[in-house]
């Protein structure tokens, strides 16, 4: 099974490069940071040594000479912060990255000890550069990130060059372009793109955009090229590595001149990996097919409508039961003449339960929402956007919601520029900076504004039932919809689901009571298709009838490490997948495996086990390509190396939370719909579903010219609809007005038979779901019980 294991996602050897991972001290970073500030740093040099293209370890000659091409760079909350000269003239450019390549498949020891000297002896450079530049108040935290992922990274890398080495696949080494991100830019660009290329043998280009937060990523990219020269002279034959520095390029231009760039050189180079929104990847897809995007949506939380009464305020002693109360409803007290006449029960019940409303938003919970919306003042792509709160909190909206927000801490970043250096300095990763570099929401939107926090907040009526509605981002600005919804109905609960599936947040939140809470997170974990999820509590209550009694704090969005087995990624929704990504993107995996391809020798190796089911052994030799039929066989191999265990966990979690993350079926209410003309064409993403548990969510949209297909589904009683393409797309058009009741989750179309072959994890990802689901309580016997032992969700194969 270690032929079909390697280093794809969910395989048995995939999880073995979690074990034994270094345990950094994230206060070194810190005080380095601070160090290098105070005694170092000196803010001129980012207008005397402005940002220009880096070509071959030197600045472009055209660029440092021509003064008509320099502009201010700005810092996150637009303030100037050094200059930027831009590169007008690109035949130098395009020159060098047409005939850009690597002599080298294996850098590994170089590459690996420059970053070892970035993360350590130049890590307080790090952080503190962008603190200065995009205002980072938590730098530290994903430099620990950062040392512990990369090492996981470096073995799916090793993994992965071993398998070339045995001739299985090849790594594609055209120079790719980064096109970096503002906010983690250390682990997702530095780290995990340009480095693990690197190692490889990856030329990488990185695209510098024009104006604001780019001074800290070429700062990096200077030193990157610096640490690599130093590296090289340090070899005992250095002459024959070349120019190692040369492997490095960084693009200084406006945006016309870099899309002329993308366009010019799509000959000579690969993929293009980007971190960005969902409106930029749309672009950046649209002239350069070959783009790998991340792309976040509105993280929401859900806090659950309780619907048992709130265990505080039970009384449990060890001989009564849930529902003792010591309250004598018959007892009469000696009351004043003209004093009212004494409650009754159901008066004082109904006041019992009014104030039980109003405690149910404990401190914590409050808290989790503050956090998780302000988390860098609204920097971090898992920023809460959107909360589902208890209908009756839209009855005393000022009372529940108004005061949430406006608690966070502020810094006023337009008369104080050192404010991020405070935040960071005291630790206050979800203070608030007061700025108008970013756009608030308009007037129109109807939201309260608190002036004092610059926070925003609205009660939406219900959830949106237009398809179309997105809900904007606000990078950098605090702004939480509360929307009312009665999660004790599971109706209401696939509406949200559907809504879920249409925005794909990053991350999913569920907090209340227990009972409550689970009930909510296993209906909307089998319903979506997300890779981050929560579940939380009150922070308060122990239930006596659950046989694990234990306190559960609330849980954030912002919860991720990814290093730890809390598999991350920011997926595009599936219905729209390739508008903006050729795949989705989970980390950790290897960055060079997204433009690597199976040997065709390789491929045609494999044939079906006589072992497996009759059925499925039939359907693969009807393949007639022996490529196709044997990349069949590979998927298979590769779903059931993953069975042996699936989901998994990791056995030390250090941020004391239990986690459970594996491959995921589709959305369980919903089928995959593959338009196809032939049987070539479609098999290896029908066979993908038909060899395991969701094998009842696959359906072949079959043109009524293509009848051969047609019969063979009918012999073989796989699930079709014959149907011209009108019919089919008002068959989606009218699938997604049933919204909660919608059983389209997306549609695919397989003209033609596969002639290369990607990796099998990367081919998966794009029809099952990935990522990871967590309690934030440590050792969560109860969790892992409701959510490994019973849950349907989890791919299993079928044989």
């Given at each position: ?347 004082l019940d109904a006041e019992e339960k009014e104030q039980e409303k109003k405690e149910w938003l404990t401190p914590d919970m409050k808290a989790a929402i503050r956090t998780s919306a302000a988390i860098e003042s609204a920097g971090q792509c898992t920023a809460l956007r959107q909360v589902i709160v208890p209908p009756y909190f839209a009855q005393d909206p000022e009372f529940y919601l108004q005061s949430i927000l406006s608690d966070v801490n502020t810094l006023d970043v337009t008369n ?12 206050q990763y979800d203070t608030v900076f007061l700025h108008q570099a970013t756009p608030s929401p308009p007037e129109s939107d109807h939201y309260q504004h608190d002036g004092a926090s610059d926070t925003f907040w609205r009660l939406n009526k219900s959830l949106h039932k237009d398809n179309n509605t997105t809900v904007p981002e606000y990078w950098r600005k605090v702004v939480v919809d509360y929307t009312p919804l009665d999660t004790s109905s599971y109706d209401n609960l696939d509406e ?298 989890w791919v299993q194969s079928l044989f």
């Open positions: 099974k270690k032929e079909y294991g390697a280093f794809h996602f969910g395989t048995s050897e995939y999880a073995t490069c979690f074990r034994e991972l270094p345990r950094p001290d994230p206060q070194y970073f810190q005080q380095a940071a601070l160090d290098y500030l105070d005694k170092e740093f000196d803010a001129q040099v980012w207008y005397d040594e402005p940002i220009t293209t880096l070509v071959k370890g030197q600045a472009l000659e055209e660029a440092t000479n021509d003064s008509t091409s320099k502009v201010d760079t700005y810092n996150a909350f637009g303030q100037v912060n050094g200059s930027q000269v831009l590169t007008t003239d690109l035949l130098p450019l395009q020159q060098h990255i047409s005939t850009l390549h690597s002599h080298h498949k294996d850098l590994r020891d170089i590459v690996r000890q420059v970053e070892q000297d970035l993360l350590t002896d130049y890590g307080g450079h790090l952080v503190a550069h962008q603190c200065v530049d995009f205002g980072k108040q938590d730098g530290k935290t994903e430099l620990e990130e950062a040392v512990m992922a990369n090492v996981v990274e470096r073995r799916l890398n090793d993994l992965l060059l071993l398998d070339e080495a045995r001739g299985i696949l090849t790594v594609t080494r055209k120079p790719i372009y980064v096109s970096t991100v503002s906010n983690f830019s250390h682990f997702l660009d530095l780290s995990r793109k340009v480095l693990r290329s690197l190692e490889v043998g990856i030329p990488v280009v990185i695209l510098g955009r024009q104006g604001s937060c780019q001074q800290h990523v070429y700062r990096w990219t200077q030193l990157l090229q610096e640490q690599l020269a130093l590296q090289q002279q340090a070899q005992k034959d250095p002459i024959k590595f070349g120019d190692l520095a040369s492997l490095v390029t960084f693009v200084s231009c406006d945006l016309p001149k870099m899309k002329e760039l993308l366009t010019s050189c799509q000959d000579f180079t690969g993929n293009l990996y980007a971190t960005c929104s969902r409106e930029i990847a749309a672009e950046i897809k649209s002239i350069y097919p070959n783009t790998i995007a991340s792309t976040g949506g509105p993280n929401t939380m859900v806090i659950a409508t309780p619907t048992i009464p709130n265990p505080t305020e039970v009384n449990l002693e060890p001989d009564e039961g849930p529902g003792f109360t010591t309250r004598e409803p018959s007892a009469q007290l000696e009351q004043a003449p003209d004093a009212p006449p004494p409650k009754t029960d159901e008066e104080d520029p050192s404010a991020p250096l405070d935040a960071m300095r005291n630790q949200l689901a559907y809504q879920l599936n249409q925005q794909q947040p990053i991350s999913l939140a569920v907090n209340g009571n227990m009972v409550d809470s689970y009930k909510v997170l296993r209906r909307l974990f089998d319903r979506t298709s997300l890779v981050v999820y929560t579940i939380g509590g009150r922070n308060q209550e122990r239930i006596p009838t659950n046989p694990w009694p234990k306190l559960l704090p609330p849980a954030l969005t912002c919860q991720a490490r990814p290093q730890e087995g809390e598999i991350f990624g920011e997926l595009p929704p599936r219905q729209d997948l390739q508008k903006y990504t050729k795949y989705p993107v989970v980390i950790p995996s290897s960055n060079p495996s997204y433009d690597a391809w199976y040997q065709p020798e390789y491929v045609t190796s494999h044939l079906p086990d006589p072992s497996w089911s009759t059925v499925s052994v039939e359907l693969m030799n009807a393949i007639q390509s022996p490529a196709v039929r044997g990349y069949a066989v590979m998927l298979t191999h590769y779903l059931r190396n993953i069975d042996d265990d699936n989901p998994k966990s990791i056995p030390f979690n250090s941020a004391g939370r239990t986690v459970l993350w594996g491959l995921q079926r589709p959305p369980l209410q919903t089928k995959t719909v593959v338009r196809a003309s032939e049987w070539d064409a479609a098999a290896p993403v029908v066979i993908l579903f038909h060899v395991t548990t969701a094998r009842d969510q696959i359906e072949l949209s079959i043109a009524p010219e293509h009848k051969e297909l047609a019969d063979f589904c009918a012999k073989h009683k796989l699930a079709y609809k014959v149907e011209t393409d009108a019919e089919l797309q008002q068959r989606v058009e009218h699938d997604a007005t049933l919204r909660g009741k919608s059983e389209i989750f997306q549609v695919v179309h397989a003209t033609e038979p596969l002639t290369e072959f990607p990796m099998v994890g990367q081919f998966t990802s794009l029809y099952f779901s990935m990522g990871h689901i967590k309690s934030t309580a440590a050792d969560d016997e109860e969790f892992v019980v409701r959510l490994k032992g019973v849950c349907q969700k």
